[in-house]
């Protein structure tokens, strides 16, 4: 799947978002890791490739008119069995075709479940003036309420990744606390240079997030993507 392929076939169908299991495939290309994700359109075919994927596993909506899934209860984590994918499955399309009505349902992404980590965001938006910028803060409520996020104009320097990890308030986090070991900056680093590689080879991308993407002592995985693309 090159990314000429999945911007062609979004804008065909009229989206400027690329769906969660498209942008991480181009992600995955991009060298930036994350959880193999694939769609589902059935019951049936999300049960099958849950025992592909290997158990846990996580499932979540697909639709272009939901842009936050959990908000409409359409992520189910930590499904163990075959059971427990079937009855996500039902609830998760349930869910969305209550919350919204008229929505769209793609279908449903199954993909593996990360272990536990420190969540943060790694992302992109185009400023009109700027153009690229990338940003990098800690997940949920750090970035949510307390925008305690740093910036970097496209194209960075492995220096400038990394004084992203080291210059939000919240970066002790990152250092380990309460006897937790410290998160693999080494990795977050690339992470981050990774994506303005990407995003600076197709200029049509005008925002990106992976939102969250846990860390680890060794390593880190996106867990979660969103890729904005131009109309035209
Ligand atoms: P939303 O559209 O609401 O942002 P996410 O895909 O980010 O949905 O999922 C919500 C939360 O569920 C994430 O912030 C993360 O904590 C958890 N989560 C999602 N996918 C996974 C996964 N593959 N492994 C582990 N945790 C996950
Ligand atoms: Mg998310």
């Known amino acids: 799947m090159t990314f000429e392929s999945v911007l062609t076939q979004a804008r065909s169908e009229g989206r400027d978002l690329l769906n969660e299991v498209e942008a991480k495939q181009l992600l995955q290309e991009a060298g930036i890791p994350v959880t193999t994700t694939v769609l589902a359109v059935t019951q049936e075919e999300a049960s099958a490739e849950a025992a592909r994927v290997g158990y846990p596993v996580v ?118 606390v309460r006897g937790q070991p410290p998160v693999d900056k080494a990795a977050l680093c690339d992470a981050i240079l990774k994506v303005a590689e990407f995003v600076e080879q197709h200029p049509e991308v005008q925002e990106l997030d992976l939102n969250p993407m846990i860390a680890y002592s060794d390593g880190a995985i996106a867990v979660d993507a969103r890729i904005v693309v131009s109309a035209s």
């Open 59 to 176: 499932l979540k909506i697909v639709s272009p008119d939901i842009a936050h899934k959990s908000d409409v209860g359409g992520v189910k984590v930590g499904l163990e069995d075959d059971a427990a994918v079937n009855a996500a499955y039902e609830e998760i399309v349930g869910n969305a075709k209550k919350a919204v009505p008229n929505a769209n349902i793609t279908g449903v992404a199954v993909q593996n479940m990360a272990g536990e980590g420190t969540e943060v965001i790694v992302g992109m938006t185009t400023d009109p003036q700027f153009g690229p910028v990338m940003m990098f803060g800690l997940g949920g409520i750090m970035v949510e309420v307390l925008k305690d996020v740093s910036f970097r104009v496209v194209p960075l320097t492995e220096r400038d990744a990394a004084q992203m990890i080291d210059e939000i308030k919240g970066s002790a986090v990152l250092d380990g």
